[in-house]
Structures are given as C-alpha cells and as structure tokens.
T-cell receptor
Framework: AQTVTQSQPEMSVQEAETVTLSCTYD???????LFWYKQPPSRQMILVIR??????QNATENRFSVNFQKAAKSFSLKISDSQLGDAAMYFC?????????????FGTGTRLKVLA | DAGVIQSPRHEVTEMGQEVTLRCKPI?????LFWYRQTMMRGLELLIY????????DSGMPEDRFSAKMPNASFSTLKIQPSEPRDSAVYFC???FGLGKGHYGYTFGSGTRLTVV
C-alpha cells in the first residue's frame, strides 16, 4: 500500500526568505501524480502544484517549485520569497494512475509559520 | 465559476439528530468526492461519484452515513443519527476526469460539524 510521510509537523520562515517542506512516499508503481495542497486558516484546501511522475522536469508555479526525486521517492516543496499569506498547513498527496483506485493518499501535513 | 460550494459552513447539532451536508460541484466536473478531516485521522475519503453514480463508498464509516447525488449539480451527505465522534470538517471536492491530464481536485470550504 502506498504511504505519504511529512516528517516536519511545523516549520517557520522569515518573510521574504525561502523554505523547503519535505515529503516522501512509498509506492511500487511507476505512474502516479503528486500534489501539494495548502490549507490556510480559512480551511479551504487549495491546490498549489502538481507533478506527473513520468515527467522528469520539476513543476513550478510562480514562487512555488518542487524537487521531485523519483528514485528516492521524494517530493519537496520550495517556497521562495515567502509572504505572510503563505502561512498555512501544507499537505502532500499521492494519487495512483495504475491500480484503478482514485483515492488520494494525504500526508499528515506541515504547518508553516511566516514571521514578519 | 464560483467553485465548489458547500453548506452550511458550520453546523452544531445534538446527538441523535439528523444532519445533512450539501455540496454543489463545479459545473462540468464529472467526479465528486466527500472527505472527512479530523486531527486524529487526517483526511479520509468517504465516498466518490462519477457522473452522479456512487463508485466507491468503502470509506463510509457506518450505516448511519449515506450520500446521494441526484443530479450533476448537487450532492448530499447525511448522518442519521449523529454522534459526538462524527464531529469533524467535511469537505466536498470535484474534478474533471481522473486519468492522464487530471489536474487535482477543487475543494469546497468545508462544513465544520459539531455534535454535542
């Protein structure tokens, strides 16, 4: 069974600095999606970035980028030029494409604090 | 589009009462998901629909939980009778397709249910 591990329950970053959130996963499959979702205090889960496993190029969305290491089963999120509005819970999620199930497997989350 | 719309935003009810949570997915999305979020268990998939048809309800915790999707623009999650351990945030999410090109879920803002 697939698992997703976020080993950092909480992280802090100074405004305008860069922070990296870690995510590792375990799977025997070769084709899958990985996602980072942000959950601010407003509670809504917001998609930050998506990576397809068959693509070697790391995904980027403005200040957000990932470091996808398929062999190491690692999928970290880098936030550059951190802003106060980035403060939130961040969830890493895995979704298989090959086993016929459409469940997402979410990590336990990392709470990011942004210090002014 | 206004996104995925859930109502109510908050619900407080007494043990034993019936609770109905509502969701309007994004127009054109053909998949709808119900998730529950708690501190202890994280995000759990309860049930999902494809083209209004329930596909996988293996995550529904008990017979007290039921979900319907009478048409493409409306779904309900009902708990009858409710119990204090049902207290959680319930999310609805929708997506268009789940195969190659899937770009992740769009979540609603959730309903915080408190059963006293």
């Amino acid at each position: 069974a697939q698992t997703v591990t976020q080993s950092q329950p909480e992280m802090s970053v100074q405004e305008a600095e860069t922070v990296t959130l870690s995510c590792t996963y375990d799977t025997s499959e070769s084709d899958y999606y990985l996602f980072w979702y942000k959950q601010p205090p407003s509670r809504q889960m917001i998609l930050v970035i998506r990576q397809e496993a068959y693509k070697q190029q790391n995904a980027t969305e403005n200040r957000f980028s990932v470091n996808f290491q398929k062999a190491a089963k690692s999928f970290s999120l880098k936030i550059s030029d951190s802003q106060l509005g980035d403060a939130a819970m961040y969830f890493c999620a895995y979704r298989t494409l090959t086993s016929g199930t459409y469940k997402y497997i979410f990590g336990t989350g990392t709470r990011l604090k942004v210090l002014a | 589009d206004a996104g995925v719309i859930q109502s109510p935003r908050h619900e407080v009810t007494e043990m034993g009462q019936e609770v109905t949570l509502r969701c309007k997915p994004i127009s054109g999305h053909d998949y709808l998901f119900w998730y529950r979020q708690t501190m202890m268990r994280g995000l759990e998939l309860l049930i999902y629909f494809n083209n209004n048809v329930p596909i996988d309800d293996s995550g529904m915790p008990e017979d007290r939980f039921s979900a319907k999707m009478p048409n493409a623009s409306f779904s309900t999650l009902k708990i009858q009778p409710s119990e204090p351990r049902d207290s959680a945030v319930y999310f609805c999410a929708s997506s268009f397709g789940l195969g190659k090109g899937h770009y992740g879920y769009t979540f609603g803002s959730g309903t915080r249910l408190t059963v006293v």
